[in-house]
């Protein structure tokens, strides 16, 4: 058997009717929450959440990504009927203005996602990486993209404390298991994309070690990853600059610079400047080690 060193590790994947590839795309967040941790309430209103994926789109997103529950670390489970309400607003108003970005719903909840899904999201996002095996049978029916990411706990307690004996193990393990779980369930391991969950039940080191295990993560599970790191705390706790959230998006973009070549979608809030970190960052590429 080849050395895992010599084999040859896909860098593109066609899932279901679209591309993903490394160097990694750009997914916009679009949050129409009142508490998300970086952007709470801005994208509640429809027309300003119109207006930013525009925005989005012009500078060159391949993916939207649309939430109406925040899952920063102490947040509580939203009602169904809030949640519902916040993303086919805008969803709604998304399609209607024209913006026809493949769009993913970022949901646990499967009532909430087949209504999206009728409202013309292309994709469901699951940060509990598929726990609710209705969701699952939904994405097995719809033939939807999948996309399955590791967490730890839930939002309320997943950093009180976690610990990991090897977190790129663990993660591994899991995000194995979650993408078996999901075949057995009739969804197309062709249509999982695989997220190793950054700041989700993880202390800095933990981030950290599954950013430099990236390379691994890929070659091992062999399907595209996707990576939110933007403007989440390791960057404070990692650079040593104690910055709010709203300060985050140059170190973010130097982390999506670095990162790009090991993931096929980058979860990002400032998609113009995360635009330009990767151009940067491409046009001075070295060919070798
Ligand atoms: N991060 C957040 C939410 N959803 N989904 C995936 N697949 N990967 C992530 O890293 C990820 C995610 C948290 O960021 P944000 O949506 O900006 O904040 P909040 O959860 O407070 O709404």
Redesign the pocket.
Known sequence: MASPDLMVVPSSWQVGRFPFGRPAALMG?L?A?P??????GRHLDPVTAVASARVMQEAGAAWI?L?G????PG?RPVPTEIELRRVLTVLSALRRSGIDLPL?I?TCKPVVARAALDAGADAI???TGGSDPELLALAAERDCPL???HMRGE?GSMQDAPSYGSVVDEVEAFLETRLRRAEAAGVDASRV?L??????GKRPEHNAALLRGLPRLGRNLGRPL???????SLIPALSGQNLPPGERDPASHVLHALLAPHCALL?V?DLPGAASALRLAAAVRCEEA
């Not at 996707?226 to 989440?232: A, Y």
Request: hydrophobic share 30%.
């Open positions: 967040v949050n929450t508490d998300s941790f970086s952007d709470g990504d939430g529950e925040s899952s920063r947040a993913s970022d996002n699951d940060i996309f399955l990411m939002p994309v997220d190793p969950g950054i700041g989700f996707l990576v939110g790191v933007s403007r989440k979860r809030h």
